[in-house]
């Protein structure tokens, strides 16, 4: 039940709060793609901390932040690219979902592990 929260955070993110400027903007100039990033991650650490513990929810939200954008800055090139090829446009938009969902779920199944690592790290 976690994770389906953690899915309806990302559509809110990454569909419902992204403007149009936002979607078109971020695959050309960083700034659109950074007001993406930090509007999605306001959007995930609302959600998140009301899943998970404090240091848990810290963890998951800075991570998939980095990873979201990370995913973006590719995906957003090539959505720009194609975007008046509408096969290959939604082909790439599906990939860049299954990237962002894939890296959600791996992400909350090992969580735990990878803040102790962290933590270890430091």
């Given at each position: 039940?976690?994770?389906?929260?953690?899915?309806?955070?990302?559509?809110?993110?990454?569909?419902?709060?992204?403007?149009?400027?936002?979607?078109?903007?971020?695959?050309?100039?960083?700034?659109?793609?950074?007001?993406?990033?930090?509007?999605?991650?306001?959007?995930?650490?609302?959600?998140?901390?009301?899943?998970?513990?404090?240091?848990?929810?810290?963890?998951?939200?800075?991570?998939?932040?980095?990873?979201?954008?990370?995913?973006?800055?590719?995906?957003?090139?090539?959505?720009?690219?194609?975007?008046?090829?509408?096969?290959?446009?939604?082909?790439?938009?599906?990939?860049?979902?299954?990237i962002h969902s894939v890296t959600l779920y791996?992400?909350?199944?090992?969580?735990?592990?990878?803040?102790?690592?962290?933590?270890?790290?430091?």
């Open positions: 039940m976690i994770f389906s929260w953690i899915l309806l955070a990302h559509w809110m993110g990454d569909f419902a709060f992204q403007t149009s400027k936002m979607a078109m903007g971020k695959g050309k100039k960083i700034k659109w793609l950074f007001i993406h990033v930090i509007v999605y991650t306001i959007i995930l650490t609302i959600f998140s901390l009301f899943l998970f513990p404090i240091k848990t929810a810290i963890g998951y939200i800075l991570i998939n932040c980095i990873l979201h954008g990370f995913t973006d800055f590719f995906t957003s090139k090539l959505t720009i690219q194609y975007r008046d090829t509408p096969r290959i446009f939604f082909t790439i938009l599906g990939l860049d979902q299954l791996i992400t909350y199944l090992h969580i735990d592990s990878l803040i102790q690592y962290w933590m270890d790290s430091f």
